[in-house]
């Protein structure tokens, strides 16, 4: 640390009890590590491991940060995008203390100091560091962290292509399909207006919504929850169009498809 211009913020108090060892009579009752980075102009304080709970780091950032005139913001730390590796960054967190302007633009801080043979990559988008083996490529060939990855682009799980995350498609609410494999691996189930993959198909034809329009492609879940087939017409009908009846010996059985014997039967038994 000492030779990357790290220092230490050190807090004590007047002992007059204080043993050989204790500097001058005092006693240290607190401290945290101070290492800085350039910013374009500006240089950027920064603070972490913060020990004893009477100097918590976020009080040592207000206290900093009122003695130099300037503001303080909480922010991620990692060093070559490890937070547990040649140094050791408690929690991930730092504060960073510099001027308003600056701290606007700064959430994350890489230390970026590597030991000998040890690889680092830095993500052209936002800077942060990422390990050897953990970096995407888009498709303009620039390098990016799984944070930018995650927030721009998803994984196609049929095909395995990445592709920009707006252009989705959500197969049976869980995975994610490119619009390729979704069109032909999946389908627009026509009651829940949801995409399900082809095994999840119930009913591809003679199925009535509940206005009455036949529609192409239903989802098992809708055609489990709102249809019932009539085995005498061979269609399911969504149950808030058709009402359908259930006759013994012959199951289920639409309106339009009874018989005036068996609609007066049901009219007698209400």
Known sequence: MYDNGFGAVRFYKDDPNACEYQYRGVTGIGRCWLGKCVNGEHEIAVIFNAY?????LVTIARFLATVTGQAYRKIELRNCCDQHGLLWINNGKGYAIAPVETLEKVDHIDFQINDSG???HYCDWCDRGIHDGYQYSTPDGETICQYCYDEHFFNC?????????????????CVAYCQGCAERHAFLCGCCDEWASNN???LGQGAYDRGGHEIAYICRHCT???FRYCKRCDHWYHTDFEEMYDLMGEGTVCQDCLTEDEEAQM???L
């Open 52 to 56: 004893d709970d009477a100097f918590s």
């Open 118 to 120: 040890y690889r680092c």
């Open 157 to 173: 799980e049929r095909c395995g292509s990445d592709y920009p995350r707006d252009t989705s498609y959500t197969i049976d609410n």
């Open 200 to 202: 999840n198909q119930a």
């Open 224 to 226: 489990n929850e709102y």
């Open 267 to 269: 009219e007698m038994n």
